[in-house]
């Protein structure tokens, strides 16, 4: 069905996390990084990864570095921040980075599930709390200059359109009868071109251009 990246350096929640995605998304195959390092070849070695679950404590990486790095070089997979740090400033500038997500290690299972769910339909997952304490993530929200859209291809803008429907990478490629593999190749042009460093903002990117030729 899926397959996750679990990159935690803690082999106990790794197991955990293994542990949680069995019993929630059958048929799901989870690999696991127990440090940055080891989580990019994981990454330049499946082209086929739904998710990675990224944890901000891994050794050979500081702070949100380790976000920056992965999006950089594997700028189609969507990745999620897994971490104690519950700093609103902190999640808010993962998402800055291209998080399409945040879940502190103390959500319940059954929430856990559901925000990952939520993720892999092609959805933003905040804590709760962050999303009661601001509407809005603070994501860059400029303006595409004139014609930067024009830049797309027509099958690029047909994928940026199944995507602002919120799709994942897979089910766009069932719905366009191409491979996966080639949705990933266009998303990460997607990005190139819009000058953007995640699938969220490339959606709130055209979603604004879409109201303003209203």
């Known amino acids: 069905m899926y397959r ?5 350096d803690h082999p106990l929640f790794r197991e955990a996390m293994v542990a949680v995605i069995a019993r929630g998304l059958s048929g799901s195959e989870t690999l696991e990084a127990a440090s940055l390092a080891a989580a990019l ?9 739904d998710l990675a679950l990224l944890d901000l404590g891994l050794p050979d990486a500081e702070g949100l570095s380790g976000l920056a790095q992965l999006r ?12 104690a740090e519950q700093h609103k400033q902190t999640i808010l500038e ?17 929430a856990l599930l559901a925000a990952l769910q939520q993720i892999l339909a092609g959805q933003v997952y905040l804590p709760p709390d962050i999303m009661r304490a601001t509407s ?3 994501l860059p929200t400029r303006s595409p200059p004139p014609g930067e859209l024009d830049l797309l291809t027509d099958k690029q803008r047909e994928v940026l359109a199944h995507m ?7 089910m766009i490629a069932y719905r ?7 949705v990933k190749t266009h998303v990460s042009a997607i990005l190139r071109k819009l000058r953007v460093s995640s699938r969220v903002q490339a959606i709130l990117l055209a979603s604004e251009h879409d109201h303003a030729a209203r």
């Open 164 to 170: 602002v429907k919120g799709e994942s990478n897979k």
């Open 41 to 49: 070849s994981v990454a330049a070695q499946h082209d086929d990864l």
């Open 72 to 83: 950089q070089a594997a700028p189609w997979l969507p990745v999620v921040i897994v971490s």
């Open 136 to 138: 809005q993530p603070a």
């Open 4 to 8: 996750l990246l679990v990159a935690d």
């Open 176 to 182: 366009l009868d191409i491979a996966e593999t080639t």
């Open 94 to 110: 993962a998402l800055n980075l291209g998080a399409v997500g945040y879940i502190p290690k103390s959500t319940p299972r059954d």
